[in-house]
């Protein structure tokens, strides 16, 4: 029963940054892999950055340069630091988690929305 909250999502405009923030339940975030994934409309889903429970990230080559995946332990919570906002990074944006042996486990999504 993992449960994942999200918050930072929200409109901004080019160019701007947003900040988002994925709180984990549980006692073993220290060994979860974390990531982000983004669908925008009539879009696939897909992986926009993730950090392993060692601290490997990768991210898509769409958002290298821009975009930063971190995590506190203490608190476990996973952030991404948005930067250079484009209007191609509209998207709803989601949260995941994956513990070993277990499923993986999804947030509700918070929306991007970047516009002039």
């Known amino acids: 029963q993992v449960q994942l909250v999200e918050s930072g999502g929200g409109l901004v405009q080019p160019g701007g940054s947003l900040r988002l923030s994925c709180a984990v339940s549980g006692r073993i975030f220290g060994i979860t892999d974390m990531g982000w994934f983004r669908q925008a409309p009539g879009k696939e889903r897909e992986l926009v950055a993730s950090i392993t429970r060692g601290g490997t990230t990768n991210y898509a080559d769409s958002v290298k340069g821009r975009f930063t995946i971190s995590r506190d332990n203490a608190k476990n919570t996973v952030y991404l630091q948005m930067n250079s906002l484009k209007s191609e990074d509209t998207a709803v944006y989601y949260c995941?988690?994956?513990?070993?042996?277990?499923?993986?486990?999804w947030g509700q999504g918070t929306q991007v929305t970047v516009s002039s």
């Open positions: 995941t988690s994956k513990r070993a042996y277990l499923p993986r486990s």
